[in-house]
């Protein structure tokens, strides 16, 4: 009885654009610790005075001023995968590879390029976060909308998880550009479930 229970809460979220919510959640949650956690780890390690490390919170401003460019995506279309999925392809290709490029920096040779590639990071995680909202929004019908919202909140936590916690335990055996290296392989993800 329990098992059958079990198995209705859990088979809604195994279709198709429900399960697709769920790994864009994902994606979408993964950057966002990768500025904030971990780069205050790294930074940290790197004996960053700790000032500086304070004003890197500056770099978190585009998740707060996302409005400004959402029109963007709404006004133009850039390829033939529709309006949506054209311009996530886009900005998920940016985004790995401002990921990767902030793993292969150096934080004491060149604060300022760390400060540059994270401010990156930050607006195409963010960008990719208005595309994904639309996205899930225009694809669901109306009566899959909650069930898609809380796969992708849920997604979304795991994602912070896996670039928060996971991240600082595989930096304490590995190297932070290992660890940046590994979450931007991870984004690709992404880029599959978005093709």
């Known amino acids: ?17 429900i399960f697709t919510s769920m790994i864009m959640g ?7 610790l990768l500025t904030i956690t971990l780069l205050q780890a790294w930074l940290t390690d790197e004996n960053v005075s700790k000032s500086t490390i304070g004003l890197f919170a500056l770099i978190g401003l585009p998740y707060s001023l996302k409005f400004l460019w959402a029109p963007i995506f709404d006004r133009y279309i850039v390829s033939s995968l529709g309006r949506r999925r054209g ?9 790995i590879i401002s990921i990767f490029m902030l793993g292969q920096s150096n934080p004491q040779m060149d604060l300022f390029n760390v400060a540059v590639l994270s401010l990156a990071l930050t607006f ?22 909650t069930i898609g919202a809380s796969a992708y909140v849920l997604g979304y936590r795991i994602g912070a ?6 991240g600082l335990i595989l930096a ?14 991870i984004m690709l993800l992404g880029v599959v479930t978005t093709l």
């Not at 229970?5 to 654009?17: F, M, N, S, T, V």
């Not at 998880?161 to 996971?166: E, P």
């Not at 932070?176 to 290296?181: L, M």
């Open 1 to 17: 009885m329990m098992i059958n229970a079990l198995k209705d809460i859990l088979l809604p979220y195994l279709e198709k654009r």
């Open 26 to 32: 994902f994606v979408s949650g993964l950057p966002l």
């Open 87 to 95: 311009w996530l392809l886009i900005i998920q290709v940016f985004l």
């Open 124 to 145: 195409f995680s963010a960008s990719q976060d208005i595309l994904i909202d639309a996205f899930r929004r225009e694809s669901l019908m109306e009566k899959e909308q």
């Open 172 to 185: 304490d055996v590995y190297s932070y550009e290992f660890v940046y290296t590994l979450m931007s392989l």
């Open 161 to 166: 998880l896996a670039a928060g916690a996971g």
